[in-house]
């Protein structure tokens, strides 16, 4: 398979090489016949400059000066492209940013010929070609490109033409000249009078084009009863000829037909009726024409473009049912849907109409279907909309659901969005079903699924998120997993009794500080919370990062740890602790952990986690809120759990229970100075000191007492028991 694939390029690229000889070749030979043809041409115009020079009064000189007059001009157009070439040339460079200034681009010089033209004129005024003459030297002087343009010398000339030459086969076209030169100076009147001119001459060729530009002169001037019959007769010229007979006509055919509809709706402005309605009465004085639907369908884009929605939506309606089986009517039926859902005055009901008329009248098995069977173009077109407006009538009704949730507050399965987001579900399926292998099914089943989910229909929204499994698209995976957790979340806070409010919850027992409950057993989870810790896991295994994995996660570690299921609810908060630090839900995580190690009885892993949780950058995104809140919060947890580590340690009554004890009630002391239990934590200190015999630290801890507190209800007491310790 490699050979062969080097083989054929190897072929290929033999290929272009031969081509490109045989072009190179060609090329050579037009170039030495465009050298030898300028070689012949430049010495006919020798051979005749010198004839005409030799003999001026000749009966051949004339004829000779005409011919040698045409070789100027075929010199000129054949410098002119010399100079076209080099000029492009000159562009690429300038636009290359190699040259600052080109100059003007060339144009035609048509000196040498124009001396001739008038010398002809001058000297042989009875010369048989003069009304050629006349005309090329009009045209020298009217020619844009020409370097001696002048209007007012083109106009001379031709009116010579058409004055000295009336009879002669160039004054119609001198006249066809000089309306051009009227129209273009918007002097309709000349112009119209010099074309009627040139329809009473014998000018070959020139029939349709000036029957054209004389309705459109008519037209301008606003002379529309004139310029109608022209447009009509032009097109009537072009449906009539044999295809070897007016060119000009079959080219100019749809310019008519545009330019009639035009003057049918200017018309129609001045009738104050709808210009639909004139062009239908139109042609029905006049006995109808084969292309009166395309001057109908004209005069809607004429009104479309001239932003007229109401009279476009009418031409519409009338051109569809005049003809009702037209390949163009969905397409036409489609433009009267959007004109009624964008027009100024939106009409919701009326585009919901058409978008229903879209797929009753043009769907598979109807008339126009049948009628238009052998063209897959319309049908595809037809297909094509009844898709879209399936389409479209489900997201209207979903958008309008929305807007209504919105208002309404949010609540799910509350009237009147709840209705809306249940036609909306129908009107999806419904487009699903006709076109279950549309581009957008798999998006489609998600807004069907999510629908049923604000409609609170959340057993049926769950069922058709899990069909989004079957389609091999993955783009709404995450979304899919996190709908699904929220919709096992509503249907357990609807059918099963709020698990915080269990009395078997540890969460919930009442448990003295420091001490361990009787009994905590684990609890089962119903099947609807696994569902939901399932689709919640799913969600974090997909995409960790997606936005509401934390507020799931921090669900699903709640449920385990209201069902006793410490370990797993102490691993998922810390997860979430670690992962998202800045989030709220950290700090939510971080007090449940410290809950549940308190409600335990665990000093120690309370006081540990309360010193680790007060020293970390929790919360970075709501600083307010971790410092006014959370970390008093922590400080108060590890506070009272030393104080109550303090307490526990001397319970065991001897010697070196004591001692620790009284270290830890004078560490809690130094830490905390101000606290409640400041004064507490100092007396006791000082008595489990005396208590493990060390009355040096005793004595002194009860001097600091007596220092600090002098007015404390201890303080006599003590004082007396110093002094009796030092009797």
């Not at 300038?94 to 035609?108: H, M, R």
């Not at 310029?227 to 080219?251: C, H, K, N, W, Y």
């Not at 004085?285 to 884009?301: A, F």
């Amino acid at each position: 398979q490699e050979m062969r694939g080097e083989l054929q390029r190897i072929v290929a690229h033999r290929y272009q090489e031969e081509v490109a000889k045989i072009r190179a070749s060609y090329d050579s030979q037009i170039a030495e016949n465009e050298i030898l043809e300028r070689e012949r041409r430049l010495e006919a115009i020798a051979r005749h400059e010198a004839f005409v020079e030799k003999y001026p009064d000749s009966p051949y000189t004339a004829h000779r000066m005409f011919r040698l007059a045409n070789l100027y001009l075929e010199e000129m157009e054949y410098e002119f492209l010399i100079a076209s070439d080099d000029y492009h040339k000159l562009e690429e460079a300038f636009y290359a940013g190699e040259l600052s200034t080109i100059g003007e681009p060339p144009g035609y010089d048509y000196g040498p010929a124009i001396g001739l033209f008038k010398r002809l004129i001058r000297e042989f005024p009875d010369y048989e070609s003069l009304g050629a003459v006349y005309y090329q030297l009009g045209y020298a002087y009217g020619d844009d490109l020409s370097e001696q343009q002048d209007d007012a010398r083109a106009r001379e000339t031709y009116l010579e033409l058409v004055h000295t030459l009336p009879g002669d086969g160039y004054a119609g076209l001198g006249w066809f000249e000089l309306g051009e030169i009227y129209f273009d100076e918007v002097d309709f009147d000349q112009a119209i009078d010099a074309y009627l001119r040139v329809m009473a001459s014998d000018a070959t060729g020139l029939h349709d084009r000036t029957l054209y530009k004389l309705a459109w002169a008519f037209y301008r001037k606003d002379d529309l009863d004139k310029a109608i019959p022209r447009f009509v007769e032009l097109i009537d010229r072009a449906d009539t000829m044999d295809l070897t007979e007016g060119t000009a006509a079959s080219q100019l055919r749809p310019e008519s037909i545009k330019y009639l509809a035009i003057s049918l709706v200017d018309q129609a402005d001045d009738l104050q009726m709808p210009p639909i309605l004139r062009a239908e009465s139109f042609f029905s004085e006049i006995g109808g024409k084969p292309y009166e639907y395309d001057v109908l369908v004209e005069v809607e884009d004429v009104l479309a473009q001239q932003d007229r929605p109401e009279e476009q939506i009418l031409a519409l309606e009338r051109i569809v049912g005049k003809y009702p089986n037209s390949p163009d009517n969905p397409d036409f039926v489609h433009k009267v849907m959007v004109l009624h859902a964008t027009k100024d005055k939106r009409d919701e009901e009326a585009a919901q109409e058409a978008r229903t008329r879209l797929v009753e009248l043009f769907k598979e098995g109807t008339p126009w279907w049948e009628a238009n069977k052998s063209n897959p173009d319309a049908l595809r077109a037809a297909s094509k909309y009844i898709e879209e407006s399936l389409a479209d009538v489900a997201k209207l009704y979903h958008s309008t659901a929305y807007n209504m949730y919105m208002e309404g507050g949010q609540v799910d399965g509350a009237e009147p969005a709840r209705s809306e987001y249940l036609k909306a579900a129908a009107a999806y399926q419904d487009y699903l079903d006709r076109f279950p292998f549309a581009a957008d099914a798999y998006e489609t089943q998600f807004f069907i699924a999510e629908c049923y989910f604000y409609a609170a229909e959340y057993e049926r929204s769950i069922a058709e998120y899990k069909k989004l499994g079957k389609y091999p698209e993955t783009t709404r995976e995450g979304d899919v997993f996190n709908a699904l957790a929220f919709a096992y979340h509503r249907l357990m806070e609807a059918r099963e009794p709020d698990y915080k409010s269990d009395p078997r919850s540890l969460m919930n027992m009442e448990v003295p500080p420091g001490q361990k409950p009787e009994t905590v057993a684990a609890m089962e989870l119903s099947e609807l919370r696994k569902a939901f810790i399932e689709s919640v896991d799913a969600l974090y295994a997909y995409d960790p990062k997606y936005e509401d994995a934390p507020r799931q996660l921090f669900l699903a570690a709640e449920i385990y740890l209201y069902h006793n299921q410490l370990d797993e609810a102490r691993t998922r908060f810390q997860d979430i602790i670690d992962r998202w630090p800045k989030l709220r839900f950290a700090a939510y995580a971080t007090g449940y952990l410290v809950d549940s190690y308190a409600q335990m009885g665990d000093l120690e892993k309370v006081y540990e986690l309360a010193d680790r949780y007060r020293k970390v950058d929790l919360m970075g995104d709501d600083e307010t809120y971790w410092r006014e809140t959370r970390l008093p919060f922590f400080e108060g947890i590890k506070e009272d759990a030393q104080f109550m580590l303090a307490m526990k340690s001397g319970e065991t009554g001897d010697i070196e229970s004591f001692k620790k004890s009284a270290s830890k009630f004078e560490e809690f002391y130094r830490e905390y100075p101000l606290s409640d239990e400041a004064a507490t934590s100092l007396y006791n200190a000082a008595r489990q000191y005396e208590n493990g015999g060390d009355t040096v630290n005793s004595n002194r801890l009860y001097e600091e007492f007596l220092d600090e507190y002098p007015e404390h209800e201890k303080a006599p007491a003590i004082f007396f028991r110093i002094a009796g310790q030092y009797e």
